[in-house]
């Protein structure tokens, strides 16, 4: 079955540790995002990329960084510099203008 | 820019009976495109239904449908004849149709409407 698979589910780091949140899809999809979800709050997007080799900010990029070195993958590293890395995380993918796919995210909690 | 505005923080029906979810957005485009998701507990993001703004009919699907009024800028969801599999927070989402600088794609959230279910 096609789908996105983000792993793990839990993670736990000290602080001043980076992470990396991995996120794979074997749907043929072009584009990837990364979603925060807060409680209280909506998904706010990380990152995104639209192709291989390329991505962009999105509205909340500061202390994250991405890489797009294949089409399946959009590993999300979570740096020392984000001031409030413990949330809930989320990858995406879509083709065109089709609905995005979600997967099960993960939760990030550093102490 | 955008903004997705979900004003019921929390929301309560009775099995079997019909809840409307509230959304209102801000845009100064005419052609985009509406969404409400379902994040059950286990935290995973499903599609419940969308909608084209260029299109005036009302989308549906099954006991979902959506009251799409564009001049004011809402979207409301109606869940007929609630089940308990129903209960989820459920958030309203936009996407432009334009392509920015490559951000064809991305959805705008509201921050959720939590919808219980009561047997």
């Known amino acids: 079955d096609g789908g996105i698979t983000q792993s793990p589910k839990y993670l736990f780091r000290k602080e001043g540790q980076n992470v990396t949140l991995s996120c794979e899809q074997n749907l043929n999809h072009d584009a990837m995002y990364w979603y925060r979800q807060d409680p209280g709050q909506g998904l706010r997007l990380i990152y995104y990329s639209q192709i291989v080799n390329d991505f962009q900010k999105g509205d909340i990029a500061e202390g994250y960084s991405v890489s797009r070195e294949k089409k399946e993958s959009f590993p999300l590293t979570v740096t020392s510099a984000q001031k409030n890395p413990t949330a809930f995380y989320l990858c995406?993918?879509?083709?065109?203008?089709?609905?995005?796919?979600f997967g099960n995210g993960t939760r990030l909690t550093v102490t | 820019a955008q903004t997705v505005t979900q004003s019921q923080p929390e929301m309560s029906v009775q099995e079997a009976e019909t809840v409307t979810l509230s959304c209102t957005y801000d845009t100064s485009e005419s052609d985009y495109y509406l969404f409400w998701y379902k994040q059950p507990p286990s935290r995973q993001m499903i599609l419940v239904i969308r909608?084209?703004?260029?299109?005036?009919q009302n989308a549906t699907e099954n006991r979902f449908s959506v009251n799409f009024q564009k001049a004011a800028k809402s979207f409301s969801l109606k869940i007929s004849d609630s089940q308990l599999g129903d209960a989820a927070m459920y958030f309203c989402a936009y996407r432009s149709s334009f392509n920015y600088g490559g951000s064809q794609g991305n959805l705008i959230f509201g921050k959720g409407t939590k919808l219980s279910v009561k047997p």
């Open positions: 909608q084209e703004a260029y299109k005036q």
């Open positions: 995406a993918s879509s083709i065109g203008w089709e609905p995005l796919h």
